[in-house]
């Protein structure tokens, strides 16, 4: 199973949610601008794909 990621937005709240093989997990910061939160986002998933 490869891992995906989703990022959507939300009541103008930036949400990741990521899959793994162990479960999904969901990511919901409220203090975090929306460029903020993408910018993290898209870091972590560049993370994860390498």
């Known amino acids: 199973a490869e891992p995906y990621y989703a990022i959507y937005l ?3 709240r ?5 899959g793994v093989a162990h479960g999904p997990s ?3 910061s ?3 601008r929306y460029d903020d939160g993408k910018f993290h ?3 972590l998933v560049k993370k994860n794909r390498r």
């Not at 930036?14 to 990521?18: E, L, N, P, S, V």
């Open 41 to 43: 986002a898209f870091r």
């Open 30 to 32: 409220d203090e975090t």
């Open 14 to 18: 930036i949400r990741a949610q990521f």
């Open 10 to 12: 939300e009541n103008g």
């Open 26 to 28: 969901d990511f919901s």
